[in-house]
């Protein structure tokens, strides 16, 4: 089909056209690219260097085949060139890559943009307006698939909401921890704070939910787990300025663990993302006729 035939389709579905430059990633684009001393500018499409969410790489007109990851790292975009023959479609949740437990956000290379446009291979991005998405959202998803009965939306951002609270059926703490570990394909969890004995009201916040704040406002709303990708941050940015933020909020993060009446779960932060590409997108893409691959990482704490 034609690219920007599916362009559209993807920018009513998440309203781009009502949102203001993305929160988090009209920073981290141009702090990557500077990084590296790279004009991006000259090879991103010009809306996406004003709003940092939608059509990022423009290369074939028409679309075979999309492909479905949450971060671009090295492995998925190689992959992707591997298996592509042209014409194909990458849907990221993030336009810059995302080393978790290594240096924090990373650009993708300039030489490999290269050989995505040689190739025939677009990318299309949707961070917060897929973070705050009420059906086809990355916390959406992570709900719907724990039964969650929504009460509540909390943690504004954007023009929506990234949090979501709501009741259950009853459970222990370690039949949540097996179940988050099934629904998202994960053999580490990351486990802090209390451990009550049953649980049925939950918080859920897909990716890094690594604050005090939003952990305090949780528990507030009467949440007895918090699930969430990282509830404390384990980057090393090589900047001074970033290794001091995550610093200070990791004591801050552990001080929380230390006092709260909350189960807090990392189930990592792409892992959280990538649900709502098995669960949403995947089925987005093939209602247009197109195959579709979701790509996993093979390391979701890398």
């Known amino acids: 089909m034609r690219l920007d035939e599916l362009v559209r389709a993807l920018d009513t579905m998440f309203t781009l056209s009502a949102w203001e430059p993305d929160p988090a990633m009209s920073h981290w684009v141009p702090h990557v690219y500077r990084s590296i001393d790279y004009d991006y500018t000259n090879a991103l499409e010009p809306d996406f260097c004003k709003h940092f969410n939608g059509l990022m790489l423009r290369s074939e007109d028409a679309v075979a085949k999309a ?5 671009p790292t090295p492995e998925i975009l190689r992959k992707v060139l591997e298996e592509s023959s042209g014409g194909a479609l990458l ?4 336009p810059v890559d995302l080393e978790v437990s290594g240096v924090g956000f990373l650009p993708i290379l300039p030489e490999m943009l290269m050989h995505f446009k040689a190739q025939g291979v ?3 991005t949707c961070h917060a307006p897929m973070d705050c998405h009420e059906t086809a959202g990355t916390s959406a998803s992570i709900a719907q698939a724990f039964e969650v009965s ?3 939306r909390f943690d504004p951002y954007g023009l929506g909401f990234s949090g979501i609270v709501g009741t259950i059926g009853e459970q222990t703490l370690d039949r949540l921890v097996e179940r988050g570990k099934q629904i998202f394909g994960v053999d580490r969890v990351e486990i802090g704070g209390a451990r009550p004995a049953s649980i049925t009201r939950v918080a859920v916040v897909a990716g ?4 005090p704040r939003l952990m305090t406002e949780a528990e507030e709303l009467g949440a007895q787990a918090y699930i969430t990708g990282e509830w404390y941050p384990r980057t090393s940015p090589p900047d001074e300025a970033g290794r001091e933020w995550a610093k200070t909020n990791l004591v801050a993060c552990r001080a929380f663990a230390e006092q709260t009446g909350m189960a807090l779960l990392g189930f990592s932060h792409p892992a959280t993302e990538f649900l709502v590409m098995k669960r949403h997108m995947a089925e987005f893409f093939k209602g247009y006729g197109l195959p579709v691959e ?3 990482q093979s390391d979701w704490w890398r």
Do not use: M
């Open 91 to 94: 849907f990221l949740h993030h």
């Open 208 to 211: 890094g939910a690594d604050t």
């Open 294 to 296: 979701c790509l996993p």
């Open 122 to 124: 677009s990318i299309y």
């Open 150 to 152: 929504v009460e509540k």
């Open 67 to 71: 492909y479905c990851a949450a971060f």
